[in-house]
Every structure is written in structure tokens, then in C-alpha cells.
């Protein structure tokens, strides 16, 4: 069953619906690649509506993936000024981009993706980050998959995972 959806800028009124997406995602993501005891720790923290909020307050932009306007949302993107690692204040940073794994395959990843670098065009960011988790090899495959220009990888570290760095033109 095909089910229409929609990407919209999401506000502080949307921390709730960030909230129980992002960690939604972020668990049907990593379940069975990380730990529980790094997972939901995270998943309460990073995820919660609080966190949401001051992400926004803090000047960082979001998008919800809905499925026919207002209702369930089923993916999301956050983007902010980078904090990564060899970041300069001209970079842009997608902090998150999440659906659920029923709508992989359909274009959203895409259409999410492509506001976000509108969003970096627009305030005339050099670069686009994205820090992607190592084993998550299906988030590598579709980000290079999107015709940019892999410019660098590196590593950090966040909740006991390695990571690597891709910073895209």
C-alpha cells in the first residue's frame, strides 16, 4: 500500500512528534548494531523533547516527513550551523535524517536530503557535514548514492560507536 506524504518545516510545537520520531528511528535503526544500554540512554537524552526544543532555540532547523499532512510523521531531518570535527563556521551540519524503514525506497530519504542542502545553499554554507555511523552501512550507501562530492572522512567517537565523518560540497 502506497501512502502519500509530505515534508514540512517543523518548530518548538513539533518537539513532541520529533521526539517519539527520532527515537523511533534511531532504534529501529540501531537495534541489533549497537547496544541497549547505548541506545536508550541516547534515545531518552538526544531524543527527548527538551533536546528537541533547545536545538531549536539554539538556531538549528527542522523538517517533519508526514504522511497525509498532519497526520503520523514517519521521518525527519535537523540541520545547524556544524559542530563536527574540522568544522569552520561557513559549514552547514545535518544532525539527524531519519524514516521509518516501511517508506526506504520511495524518494523521502531523497526529497529530506534535498531540503536540507537547499536550507545550506540558502544560507550560503561552503559545506554540508553528516557524521554517519560506521556499520550503518544502508545510511553510507544512499548518502553517496545522492550525487555529491565526497570531499573527506574522519572519526569521532559518540555513545561508544565510531564514526565517520563525510563532508560534501
Known amino acids: 500500500m502506497h501512502l502519500n506524504w509530505s515534508i514540512r518545516s517543523a518548530d518548538e510545537n513539533d518537539a513532541a512528534a520529533l521526539s517519539v520520531i527520532g527515537a523511533a528511528t534511531f532504534l529501529e535503526t540501531f537495534a541489533g548494531l549497537l547496544p541497549a544500554d547505548a541506545i536508550i540512554p541516547f534515545c531518552q537524552y538526544d531524543h527527548s523533547e527538551a533536546a528537541y526544543r533547545k536545538y531549536l532555540q539554539e538556531g538549528a532547523i527542522a523538517w517533519l516527513v508526514e504522511v497525509e499532512e498532519g497526520q503520523a510523521p514517519i521521518g525527519f531531518a535537523l540541520a545547524a550551523p556544524a559542530t563536527l570535527p574540522g568544522s569552520t563556521r561557513d559549514d ?25 542542502i537547499a536550507a545550506a545553499k540558502a544560507r550560503h554554507s561552503e559545506r554540508l557535514m553528516l557524521g554517519v555511523y560506521a556499520g550503518n552501512n544502508r545510511a553510507i550507501a544512499f548518502i553517496k548514492s545522492q550525487d555529491l562530492s565526497l570531499s573527506a572522512t574522519g572519526g569521532f567517537r559518540l555513545v561508544r560507536a565510531t564514526l565517520m565523518i563525510m563532508l560534501w560540497r
Open 92 to 116: 552547514f551540519e545535518l544532525r539527524k535524517i531519519y524514516s521509518l524503514s516501511r517508506f526506504h525506497g520511495g524518494g523521502l530519504g531523497q526529497a529530506l536530503l534535498r531540503t536540507v
